[in-house]
Nanobody
Framework: QVQLVQSGGGLVQAGGSLRLSCAAS????????MAWFRQIQGKEREFVAS????????YYHDSVKGRFTISRDNAKNMVYLQMNSLKPEDTAVYYC????????????????WGQGSQVTVSA
């Protein structure tokens, strides 16, 4: 059974940085593409970033390009999201997820999710 356990998040002022971590178990991690999504209450879950199993095939939503960095450590079964130059509009609950082989940008394509991490950016 795939389990994804997140850590990180919190409250930061605009321009600040936060790092999210996600530990995966129950999966051959290097065969899983991993992704981060975010959700504002009342809205659909939105794609943020994804990374292929070997650390290649990295994609970002246009709104976070140049500010966020996704990375992974296959030896530790971990995926990270480094968020710099945060803006108030980045405020959301962030979710870690993954799927075999190829990441996609639509939430319904994923079966397993982390518990969510609140990120709040004050102006």
């Amino acid at each position: 059974q795939v389990q994804l356990v997140q850590s990180g998040g919190g409250l930061v002022q605009a321009g600040g940085s936060l790092r999210l971590s996600c530990a995966a178990s129950g999966v051959t991690f290097s065969t899983y593409a991993m992704a981060w999504f975010r959700q504002i209450q009342g809205k659909e879950r939105e794609f943020v970033a994804s990374i292929g199993g070997s650390g290649d095939s990295i994609y970002y939503h246009d709104s976070v390009k140049g500010r966020f960095t996704i990375s992974r450590d296959n030896a530790k079964n971990m995926v990270y999201l480094q968020m710099n130059s945060l803006k108030p509009e980045d405020t959301a609950v962030y979710y870690c997820t993954g799927r075999p082989v190829v990441a996609v940008v639509v939430a319904p394509a994923y079966d397993n999710w982390g518990q969510g991490s609140q990120v709040t950016v004050s102006a």
